[in-house]
T-cell receptor
Framework: KQEVTQIPAALSVPEGENLVLNCSFT??????LQWFRQDPGKGLTSLLLIQSSQREQTSGRLNASLDKSSGRSTLYIAASQPGDSATYLC?????????FGTGTRLQVFP | DADVTQTPRNRITKTGKRIMLECSQTKGHDRMYWYRQDPGLGLRLIYYSFDVKDINKGEISDGYSVSRQAQAKFSLSLESAIPNQTALYFC?????????????FGPGTRLLVL
């Protein structure tokens, strides 16, 4: 059974820091991996999707990497801003079903 | 207008009551999903549907049922609500032809069962 773990569970940093959020999964036979952002009381917004054949994806200040062999993905946030405060979820895709991690709650303070 | 809408957004009900959560989408996607989110447990899949005639159980389907009334509509029912069904419920859609698994989520329905 696929299990997805995210570390750390919570993170509080000052504005301007570069951040790394970690996601690990137990079964490397994934179709792709997706990172989401969730604001309090809101739905999920897709940030990046990495195909299983890819090593990384970039969008603005966000960069996500994927290492299937080690069962790991990282989300790198450059020059963090207070507006980045949210919960970040990773999910692995297996035959179009998402299996989610428990998330990293990020707070960026001015 | 939002691509994936859920009604109601908030609901309080009593143990034993039957309730229905509704999801509508304008994205034209065939695939729709229902998840629940509990603190510390992430999102878990309840049911999913790959087209109007296809319904599949997810990880935690006990106590729930679904109906796919049309391509655009997918409803989740709690036949007899119990307090441990208190959670945040999300509907999602996907189109495997674009984005290979990217899912688009509704805003969620917050359900409290007393």
């Amino acid at each position: 059974k696929q299990e997805v773990t995210q570390i750390p569970a919570a993170l509080s940093v000052p504005e301007g820091e570069n951040l790394v959020l970690n996601c690990s999964f137990t079964d490397s036979a994934i179709y792709n991996l997706q990172w989401f952002r969730q604001d309090p009381g809101k739905g999920l917004t897709s940030l990046l999707l990495i195909q299983s054949s890819q090593r990384e994806q970039t969008s603005g200040r966000l960069n996500a990497s994927l290492d299937k062999s080690s069962g790991r993905s990282t989300l790198y946030i450059a020059a963090s801003q207070p507006g980045d405060s949210a919960t970040y979820l990773c999910a692995v895709v297996n035959t179009d079903k998402l299996i989610f991690g428990t998330g990293t709650r990020l707070q960026v303070f001015p | 207008d939002a691509d994936v809408t859920q009604t109601p957004r908030n609901r309080i009900t009593k143990t034993g009551k039957r309730i229905m959560l509704e999801c509508s989408q304008t994205k034209g996607h065939d695939r729709m999903y229902w998840y629940r989110q509990d603190p510390g447990l992430g999102l878990r899949l309840i049911y999913y549907s790959f087209d109007v005639k296809d319904i599949n159980k997810g990880e935690i389907s006990d106590g729930y049922s679904v109906s796919r009334q049309a391509q655009a509509k997918f409803s989740l029912s709690l036949e007899s609500a119990i307090p441990n069904q208190t959670a945040l419920y999300f509907c999602a859609t996907s189109d495997p032809g674009t984005g290979a698994g990217t899912q688009y989520f509704g805003p969620g329905t917050r359900l409290l069962v007393l």
